[in-house]
């Protein structure tokens, strides 16, 4: 049974069979001599070497009918149950591997495995933290803002007719943000759990392109900003998705594009076709981003100028929201970007075939 024990294992049982074949000759010797028996040297040695094999066969089997019998059944235990594979001890006979030594690699794995996990919930429990305070941070701004005008109008702003309407306007306006706040964790929850059904179906996404660019021109034109294709597209370009979840990514985008461009610049979005997939771009020449920033760009309430971001309106979901739709729809986004060159969104859809 080569591999079966351990080296220190194998010394105490030489050293046990050893000791109870001497004893076992010594017997023998002694009553040879009470009972006038000749034994010569050959005679011993044969003894010997038989008693000893015995010895070691035995010895084995008792260790593994007391001991490794237990061990192997924890190891089947912990392999089936704690670690969640198949087992390789099976029930029948001594397996060529040590069983204490298998029961010490898996005693490692799992303390590897809990201090993983261990760490996961610390992140889990530090990512959590961190997003109530950055949902409590949101909601305050306007709920302060709510409280300061009512409280000035209370105070006799009611009927001044300087700022009366213009405090009511301005109140109106911060509700308007916490109902977006709201909206946008719904449906960020909603996408996290699975709950939101995505009605995949049969979409233009060249023509879904032209009419958000038609919604937004009013914004970009504030900027002089155009919203252009990389090149014509005169025929439709059809993919496999939720049109309404689609159109959400693409406004946030563009919209985003509009925010941070540059006075006189430009938004362009582009399709590319690789296999089965329409690959989108929505490209602009604004201020870009920091290389720094780009891998926590779409957590959610992940600012790069918190001021600024603030002043433009956002809620900070956007770009999580975002992810979570794209990649409902079996995708994924990647950003690349430079300071003061711009930035490119890209993702991709299942083309649509009939």
Same mark, same amino acid.
């Given at each position: 049974m080569p591999g079966f024990f351990m080296k220190n294992k194998l010394k105490n049982f030489i050293l046990l069979s050893f000791l109870i074949t001497s004893l076992i000759l010594i017997w023998i010797w002694f009553s040879s001599t009470f009972l006038?028996?000749?034994?010569?040297?050959?005679?011993y040695l044969l003894i010997g070497f038989s008693v000893?094999?015995?010895?070691?066969?035995?010895?084995?089997?008792?260790?593994?009918?007391?001991?490794?019998?237990?061990?192997?059944?924890?190891?089947?235990?912990?392999?089936?149950k704690l670690l969640g594979k198949q087992g390789k001890w099976s029930n029948g006979g001594i397996k060529e591997a040590d069983p204490v030594e298998t029961l010490k690699?898996?005693?490692?794995?799992?303390?590897?495995?809990?201090?993983k996990e261990s760490k996961y919930y610390e992140n889990l429990d530090s990512y959590r933290k961190e997003y109530l305070?950055?949902?409590?941070?949101?909601?305050?701004?306007?709920?302060?803002?709510?409280?300061?005008?009512?409280e000035t109008l209370i105070n006799g702003g009611l009927n001044d007719e300087r700022i009366n309407l213009d405090?009511?306007?301005?109140?109106?306006?911060?509700?308007?943000?916490?109902?977006?706040?709201? #909206? %946008?964790?719904?449906? @960020?929850?909603?996408? +996290?759990? &699975?709950?939101?059904?995505?009605?995949?179906?049969?979409?233009?996404?060249?023509?879904?392109?032209k009419d958000i660019?038609?919604?937004?021109?009013?914004?970009?034109?504030?900027?002089?900003?155009?919203?252009?294709?990389?090149?014509k597209y005169d025929k439709p370009i059809y993919v496999y998705a939720d049109e309404y979840r689609i159109r959400q990514v693409l406004v946030n985008l563009i919209t985003n594009s509009i925010k941070y461009g540059k006075v006189n610049g430009e938004t362009v979005?582009?399709?590319?076709?690789? #296999? %089965?997939?329409?690959? @989108?771009?929505?490209? +602009?020449? &604004?201020?870009?981003?920091?290389?720094?920033?780009?891998?926590?760009?779409?957590?959610?309430?992940?600012?790069?100028?918190?001021g600024r971001s603030r002043e433009q309106?956002?809620?900070?979901?956007?770009l999580a929201i975002v992810k979570h739709i794209v990649e409902a729809h079996n995708s994924s986004i990647s950003v690349k970007s430079k300071v003061g060159e711009g930035s490119e969104f890209t993702f991709y859809l299942k083309r649509f075939e009939k």
């Open positions: 006038h028996i000749e034994l010569n040297a050959e005679h000893f094999s015995f010895s070691w066969i035995f010895i084995q089997l008792l260790f593994y009918q007391i001991f490794s019998k237990e061990i192997i059944e924890i190891n089947k235990l912990v392999e089936n690699n898996h005693v490692n794995e799992i303390l590897e495995i809990r201090e305070g950055n949902v409590s941070h949101e909601l305050k701004t306007p709920i302060f803002n709510i409280q300061g005008y009512i405090y009511l306007k301005r109140a109106e306006k911060s509700v308007e943000r916490m109902i977006n706040i709201i #909206d %946008d964790l719904e449906t @960020i929850n909603q996408l +996290d759990t &699975g709950e939101l059904n995505m009605d995949f179906e049969k979409v233009d996404i060249a023509r879904l392109t660019y038609s919604q937004l021109e009013l914004m970009s034109s504030k900027k002089n900003i155009q919203l252009k294709f990389d090149k979005v582009s399709f590319s076709f690789y #296999d %089965d997939k329409v690959f @989108i771009s929505v490209k +602009d020449n &604004g201020v870009g981003i920091e290389e720094v920033h780009l891998p926590r760009l779409f957590e959610r309430f992940y600012r790069v100028d918190k309106g956002g809620t900070g979901l956007g």
